[in-house]
């Protein structure tokens, strides 16, 4: 059976851009394009996923005949004949052993840069072949989706870090209090694998077991993520409701050590707590404290996650007990955890850390999954992702190319060949019109001419990546 997807990369575009070669101006050597965040949610994008994309379509030989054949044919039915670049992709062929003639320059992978400054750009380096810089377009702006996922993760992770410094005084299980649900969600088994590693950047708790492949496979990480044995609803109803208790029971007979998470929702997560874990059960999960076997983990599902957070919370610490930290700020016995997975996003994580510290519940009871608001809800306009050409050489004479639409000026585009420097104090800044400083310039040259001439490991783009407390937190 043929693969529902395609692996040609002469049709891995937009058909339109099938005739583009014959759009630019006569005498066009050089096509410079530029990637960048216009905007959007967040005021600083973390940079992901470009390596991803690089080595999966644009190493080595990948233009052959028999795709060029294949690209042909498709092209004549689809968009009529005679529009395809036939004699430039065998060009390509013949002279460049299939492999494409274009530089790609990028910030390093992991840095966090503020919107509105160059990330990327492409150029072609035969000028018979202007017209693939944007051909490729197509491909290179999805780095949108990690970008975003990765932005997304971080600014949550910002959040959780505050509260926890606000409440526990300590950033101790940071990495684990936001685990990847968005598996089931995404819309494609790749479409996890490159948002789940953009979230494992900030975050080692998954259960997206496509994303660590991709990180191993990628970014060279043996592991990227964990997870622990945890119940769903099925393997708690198919005991019945008269039998709930026995259910529970069984998952913590089945699971004497390390952590355990039960989904507790099935039928009344209150009285779940109240009656069967703080009640009939309470002597074994007590038990896991007193033999250092590892927490439950409770996990509410349903509800508003704000109210319900600090109900459980509220009803575990009547029954199991807490102590009061150095903050001031209640904290249940170390063997019994929450786990709010439902309804948590960028919005409503901050509204749930907060009720329950207005409870005074710290932030450390709580760690919080995450799976469509982690992985589906955004798009390529959430941070206003826009790829455009800047500069042209045409006849020999260079021009500074641009756009600026009467009707959206918000939509304006930068002119002619960009750097990206750092100014006295540190910040990012974009210099345009090949006015910047080449020795200053912080674009890396990671592809050229069929090779990836710059490999980061998942380990260092963490590092690069990290949010400024805990950078502070560890040198202290």
Not at 56 to 73: D, M
Not at 314 to 341: A, C, H, M, W
Not at 397 to 417: A, E, F, Q
């Amino acid at each position: 059976m043929a693969s529902p997807c395609n692996d040609n990369l002469l049709l891995a575009t937009d058909s339109y851009k099938v005739t583009h070669h014959r759009q630019y101006p006569p005498g066009t050597e050089t096509v410079y394009s530029y990637f960048e965040s216009r905007g959007g949610k967040f005021p600083e994008v973390l940079f992901f996923g470009l390596q991803y994309i690089i080595k999966r379509w644009l190493v080595g030989q990948v233009v052959t005949r028999e795709k060029i054949e294949e690209a042909k044919a498709f092209s004549d039915a689809h968009l009529g004949p005679g529009l395809f670049n036939y004699s430039g992709w065998m060009h390509i062929l013949e002279k460049h052993g299939g492999r494409l003639p274009i530089r790609i320059k990028a910030v390093p992978e992991g840095t966090v840069i503020p919107y509105k400054n160059v990330m990327v750009t492409v150029e072609n380096t035969d000028p018979k072949c202007y017209w693939l810089t944007n051909y490729l377009e197509t491909l290179l702006v999805q780095v949108w989706y990690p970008c975003t996922v990765a932005t997304n993760s971080r600014a949550q992770k910002i959040v959780i870090a505050e509260n926890l410094n606000d409440t526990a005084g300590s950033l101790a299980g940071l990495p684990f209090k936001l685990h990847d649900f968005g598996y089931r969600g995404s819309t494609s088994v790749e479409s996890a694998a490159i948002g789940g590693a953009a979230h494992l950047l900030n975050f080692k708790g998954t259960d997206n077991i496509a994303a660590i492949i991709l990180a191993r496979d990628y970014y060279g990480c043996k592991m990227a993520g964990f997870s622990v044995p945890a119940a769903e609803h099925s393997t708690i109803t198919s005991w019945t409701k008269a039998n709930e208790e026995d259910a529970y029971k069984n998952m913590l007979s089945q699971f004497p050590n390390g952590t355990v998470a039960c989904v507790s929702d099935s039928y009344d997560v209150l009285n779940a707590c109240e009656h069967i874990w703080g009640g009939h059960l309470k002597e074994m999960v007590c038990d896991r404290g007193l033999r250092g076997a590892g927490p439950l983990v409770i996990r509410p599902d349903s509800g508003d996650p704000a109210t319900i957070v600090v109900q459980v919370l509220d009803i575990l610490g009547s029954k199991f007990g807490y102590e009061t930290n150095s903050k001031g700020f209640k904290v249940l016995p170390p063997y019994v955890r929450i786990l709010q997975g439902d309804g948590v996003s960028y919005e409503s994580l901050k509204e749930i850390l907060a009720n329950s510290k207005g409870h005074g519940w710290s932030a450390e009871n709580v760690s919080f999954g995450s799976g469509g608001a982690l992985l589906q809800k955004l798009d390529r306009d959430t941070q206003k992702f826009a790829f455009k050409c800047s500069y042209a050489l045409v006849e020999g004479h260079p021009v500074n190319v641009y756009k600026d639409p009467v009707t959206d000026h918000g939509k304006i585009s930068k002119k002619g060949r960009l750097t990206l420097e750092l100014d006295a104090e540190g910040h990012y800044f974009t210099t345009t019109e090949g006015r910047g400083d080449a020795a200053k310039d912080l674009l890396v040259t990671v592809f050229e001419n069929g090779e990836l001439l710059k490999e980061y490991t998942f380990d260092e783009i963490r590092q690069r990546a990290e949010v400024p407390l805990c950078k502070v937190c560890t040198t202290v």
